[in-house]
């Protein structure tokens, strides 16, 4: 009886660890990888699979796991640092693997190449360079770690090493333009990349590359129209590309070509990916800049029926009630959306309110109403005490009721708050001419023409400035570009001859009092400057 307990519980036993073997099998996923009779090709090859199928765990652990039986398995070992470098992004990890990989091959070009890479993206750029180098001394063509070298030595300062590195990948590289392009992409040399780009389009005037590299040189460069060039030529290489619909409808918005905006808006209308919120708010955008206010309103009341969550719709149709000075529509409307918009997006709507507050108070500046508009600029404080136009607008209120000294403390305010605002600086110098400062007034011009160099007025302003100021030549100088700008305005053609005669210029006094007759006839002024030189040179 005893021996036949005995065989039994020995049964047992032996179940007990056959049951035991296939759930260590079994938590292995089934693969006999840590057999050290597994040859190192099938498990390389089997992770290798893994990592293709992106099963990156799976493929991690198998590797460690093998790893740590056979250590010597260097090919492995690298796999499963590429992986850490490339997947997981563990830098650090990577590092460790790849050390021990180099120090069983020390001409391992592929180890020293992820190396460098992962030091710099630890941001340790030393060991980086110390590791692209020797990538070069392995292969000295081995145009990655020329790129990368370049790269660093450029963000550490060393300008000469990173121009050699880049020229040395040049020398190596096939693609030598669209090389220079990226570089000077990267520089944010747009004069130069526009000229590359130009080099690989006169070889194929159909690569999109090419193209797309004197597009950003055009658009950097606010050379427009050009832009608008390429970007046709790219429409036709991708019909079906609507990003480059939205571009050229975004660059010929800015630029205030309506008529280009909704034609292109329409034949965008016609593609399968069409943004057509997108579209149909830039349309009613365009309508009112136009003045078609109840075109802007059809478009968007038809467009929020079939998207009434739309943001953008909701603050155009604002931005419409604004226009037509329907403040407190507008204001409500803005309110609404404070609920509605994302947390980042809620100080822009605040902003917004601040200036339908501030437009409804010049309004009310407009029409005397002086006491109602002190009202509104409390309310567009309540919503940002820091928008540039409240301080802006109280300043021209101190300037209509003649109180200069606060209103120059208000424009000032401004001009802190927006420095780059060239109105602010137009109108604080008007104020100074008004209380007879040229001196500071010519400074505040000066200060608008570095914002807008295109502005006929500031241009027409500083010219006269200059010739109160007896400085002739700056006079004639701004004088004559803004006849440039605007080449119909009576009063800078008038100046201009003023200022010739009065320095004795006479034959070209005379042809700017002419020009100014021949676009008004009635102009009083040239005509009695005219009718004195004539009797002058008759006296003579």
């Known amino acids: 009886?005893?021996?036949?307990?005995?065989?039994?519980?020995?049964?047992?036993?032996?179940?007990?660890?056959?049951?035991?073997?296939?759930?260590?099998?079994?938590?292995?996923?089934?693969?006999?990888?840590?057999?050290?009779?597994?040859?190192?090709?099938?498990?390389?090859?089997?992770?290798?699979?893994?990592?293709?199928?992106?099963?990156?765990?799976?493929?991690?652990?198998?590797?460690?796991?093998?790893?740590?039986?056979?250590?010597?398995?260097?090919?492995?070992?690298?796999?499963?640092?590429?992986?850490?470098?490339?997947?997981?992004?563990?830098?650090?990890?990577?590092?460790?693997?790849?050390?021990?990989?180099?120090?069983?091959?020390?001409?391992?070009?592929?180890?020293?190449?992820?190396?460098?890479?992962?030091?710099?993206?630890?941001?340790?750029?030393?060991?980086?360079?110390?590791?692209?180098?020797?990538?070069?001394?392995?292969?000295?063509?081995?145009?990655?770690?020329?790129?990368?070298?370049?790269?660093?030595?450029?963000?550490?300062?060393?300008?000469?090493?990173?121009?050699?590195?880049?020229?040395?990948?040049?020398?190596?590289?096939?693609?030598?333009?669209?090389?220079?392009?990226?570089?000077?992409?990267?520089?944010?040399?747009?004069?130069?990349?526009?000229?590359?780009?130009?080099?690989?389009?006169?070889?194929?005037?159909?690569?999109?590359?090419?193209?797309?590299?004197?597009?950003?040189?055009?658009?950097?460069?606010?050379?427009?129209?050009?832009?608008?060039?390429?970007?046709?030529?790219?429409?036709?290489?991708?019909?079906?590309?609507?990003?480059?619909?939205?571009?050229?409808?975004?660059?010929?918005?800015?630029?205030?070509?309506?008529?280009?905006?909704?034609?292109?808006?329409?034949?965008?209308?016609t593609l399968d990916n069409v943004d057509e919120p997108y579209i149909k708010n830039i349309q009613a955008k365009t309508f009112i800049n136009t003045g078609k206010i109840d075109s802007c309103f059809d478009i968007v009341k038809e467009a929020l029926k079939l998207n009434p969550k739309d943001v953008?719709?909701?603050?155009?149709?604002?931005?419409?009630?604004?226009?037509?000075?329907?403040?407190?529509?507008?204001?409500?409307?803005?309110?609404?959306?404070?609920?509605?918009?994302?947390?980042?997006?809620?100080?822009y709507i605040k902003h917004t309110i601040s200036d339908c507050y501030c437009c409804w108070a010049s309004y009310l500046i407009d029409n005397d109403n002086l006491n109602e508009a002190f009202e509104k600029f409390s309310q567009a404080l309540t919503y940002n005490d820091k928008n540039p136009e409240i301080y802006y607008n109280l300043g021209l209120i101190g300037f209509k009721i003649k109180n200069y000294f606060d209103a120059q403390k208000q424009f000032r305010r401004a001009i802190e708050l927006a420095p780059n605002v060239a109105k602010y600086y137009m109108t604080l110098g008007d104020l100074q001419i008004e209380i007879e400062n040229i001196y500071d007034a010519k400074q505040s011009y000066i200060d608008a023409i570095s914002m807008e160099p295109e502005n006929a007025q500031a241009q027409a302003t500083l010219g006269i400035l200059y010739s109160k100021l007896k400085d002739v030549d700056n006079a004639i100088k701004h004088l004559t570009i803004a006849e440039k700008l605007n080449p119909n305005d009576c009063e800078v053609k008038y100046n201009l001859g003023l200022i010739n005669e009065i320095n004795g210029n006479i034959n070209l006094a005379i042809e700017k009092y002419n020009e100014v007759l021949r676009l008004d006839p009635n102009h009083e002024e040239a005509k009695n400057s005219l009718h004195l030189i004539n009797e002058f040179n008759q006296s003579e």
Not at 18 to 37: G, H, M, P, R
Not at 245 to 257: A, G, L, Q, R
Not at 320 to 344: C, G, P, R
């Open 1 to 269: 009886m005893n021996s036949l307990l005995f065989i039994i519980l020995i049964i047992f036993i032996i179940i007990l660890i056959i049951l035991s073997k296939n759930i260590f099998t079994q938590n292995v996923e089934n693969v006999s990888a840590f057999d050290l009779n597994v040859s190192e090709d099938e498990i390389y090859e089997h992770v290798k699979n893994l990592i293709d199928n992106k099963q990156y765990d799976a493929a991690y652990k198998m590797a460690k796991k093998y790893l740590s039986r056979v250590p010597h398995h260097y090919r492995l070992r690298f796999l499963l640092a590429k992986s850490l470098y490339e997947t997981f992004s563990n830098y650090n990890e990577a590092i460790h693997h790849l050390n021990l990989v180099i120090k069983s091959d020390r001409r391992n070009e592929d180890a020293y190449l992820i190396l460098g890479f992962s030091y710099q993206a630890l941001s340790q750029y030393a060991k980086a360079i110390s590791s692209f180098k020797k990538v070069l001394a392995i292969n000295y063509e081995n145009e990655d770690a020329l790129l990368s070298l370049g790269y660093l030595y450029e963000y550490t300062k060393q300008k000469k090493s990173a121009l050699r590195m880049y020229l040395s990948y040049i020398q190596y590289s096939n693609n030598r333009d669209e090389i220079f392009c990226n570089i000077y992409m990267d520089i944010k040399d747009w004069e130069n990349l526009a000229e590359y780009a130009l080099k690989i389009l006169n070889i194929d005037e159909n690569d999109y590359q090419g193209l797309e590299f004197l597009k950003i040189a055009y658009i950097n460069l606010n050379m427009n129209e050009k832009a608008c060039e390429v970007i046709k030529k790219q429409i036709e290489l991708s019909p079906d590309d609507f990003t480059l619909y939205k571009e050229i409808i975004n660059i010929y918005f800015d630029t205030k070509n309506y008529d280009a905006v909704l034609a292109y808006c329409e034949e965008s209308m």
């Open 312 to 347: 953008q719709l909701k603050q155009t149709l604002a931005c419409a009630y604004l226009n037509i000075n329907e403040f407190q529509t507008s204001i409500n409307l803005y309110n609404e959306l404070i609920d509605e918009v994302d947390h980042s997006d809620i100080l």
